[in-house]
């Protein structure tokens, strides 16, 4: 198998026809392309979403869980209702040290706290062959209104696409904290490139769109980027999406760096960026509550009859790669890393 997660075709043959028993209470079950399942409880609503446990430990203790919490709050907050309850399993190596973990846990404390999310059960421990990143796994709870609730597989033709803060989020960050102050480019733009980081969380994104306005369905751009995030909009709902590209916003810092290490900045990962389709009369709306929370979003297409996406006009590849961690391993080779994390987990 590949590395990362699995494509459409591997889904539809191994995983789909395989689900276990047939529940009346299960709105959506596992669908390529969207981010949680929904489950019907009593008058009440069930969205809730599993994800890695992945603590980057190079980005230092503070960022790194910040980052580790975001990712497994992300997904069941595009449902449109606030994340409420977390399910999380540390499957950690045998040298964490207590102090390490005491950082990484002060962190999800705080920042469930913020959300008003519950940590509810788990399972903690160490376990030979466990290595980082990948340090278990998290599931996420969002119960509430049924009325609320955005599927993301409810995008029609008619809807307008919007896009939040740009391609490569996540990318341009991570790069920018890590080895932006050896590249070559000005300390403005480096500042602003590691600025993105801090955008690298799509829950406030989603909750403010779906609160503002008629929002159809939703997807985050995380794996191989914006392109990829809009063949699995589309294939969701089983439409098609018409883009232009010059439309999108772009945070900045974030061209610059993505061409400083080679980097096709609409193909890489862009945790905290959300795409969503909104119903016409809508947009302003959303618009409207996003630019009052400081977050860029831009109409940036139309959802139509059909399959597939078109970008500016021209049938839009499926990327097949991501470029961000490739990019990583080779700053890492060349201008190595200052870590937190050395001297907390010795």
Known sequence: MDSGKVGRAFFDEHIYPRLGADRADVRLGPTHGADFGVIAVGARTLALATDPVFVLRELGAERAAWFAFHIAASDAALSGIPPSHLSLTLNLPPDTTKEYFGRLWEVFDREARDLGIAITTGHTGTYAGCAWPTVGAATTLAVGDPDDLVMPTGAEPGDRLVCTKGPAIETTGILSVLYGDALALDPETVDAGKARFAEASPVRDALTAAAAGPVT?????????????????????????????????????VLEVCDAFDVDPWTASSEGTVLLTVRPGG????????????????????????????????????????????????????????????????
């Open 283 to 346: 947009v302003d709306d959303v618009l409207d509550a996003l630019a009052a929370e400081g977050i860029r979003a831009a109409g940036v297409g139309s959802v139509r009859e059909g399959a597939g996406v078109t970008m500016d006009g021209r049938e839009l590849a499926r990327p097949t790669s991501d470029p961000l961690w490739d990019a990583y391993e080779r700053g890492k080779d060349r201008y190595g890393v200052q870590t937190e994390w050395e001297t907390a987990s010795e």
């Open 217 to 253: 369905a939703m997807h985050d751009a995380t794996e191989r980027g914006i392109d990829n995030a809009l063949h699995e909009l589309a294939a969701a709902s089983d439409v098609r999406l018409a883009a232009d590209r010059e439309r999108f916003p772009i945070g900045d810092g």
